[in-house]
């Protein structure tokens, strides 16, 4: 299902299409690329917990990879850049232990 509607408690919903990797609210579409889509795929079916840099390396690159954690900040900066046009949804850094998603349902 590429479709999916995000409902807030506002009333107003976020359209997601899984295989465009886009999110549209109102008129912004915002655009991810595929690892910043897995990266939010993650992040979203974790919420409200914390997903660490650790486990979000693993995801996109494997077990046997070893990358320096700051490429993962790279993707989440220009994540939050995108996300900035949807309101009410936020990347949190948790100090010592990862990321977080936030959709508030009112703004």
């Known amino acids: ?3 999916i509607e995000i409902a807030r408690g506002d009333g107003t ?3 997601c299409n899984t295989d ?4 549209v609210n109102f008129r912004y579409h915002v655009k991810f690329t595929p690892i ?3 990266i939010v795929k993650e992040l ?5 917990d914390t997903v660490s840099r650790v486990e979000l390396i693993k995801l996109i690159w494997g077990n ?3 990358l320096p954690t700051r490429t993962i900040d790279v993707h989440i900066s220009a994540i939050r850049k995108k996300l900035a046009y949807i309101k009410g ?3 949190d850094s948790v100090y010592g232990t990862g990321y977080r998603l ?3 349902s009112r703004y």
């Not at 979203?44 to 409200?48: G, L, N, R, S, T």
């Open 64 to 66: 046997g990879r070893v």
């Open 13 to 15: 919903t976020v359209q």
């Open 20 to 23: 465009a990797h886009t999110l």
């Open 36 to 38: 910043e889509w897995k």
């Open 44 to 48: 979203y079916e974790a919420k409200p």
């Open 102 to 104: 936030v959709i508030l």
């Open 1 to 3: 299902m590429p479709e």
């Open 89 to 91: 949804a936020r990347i």
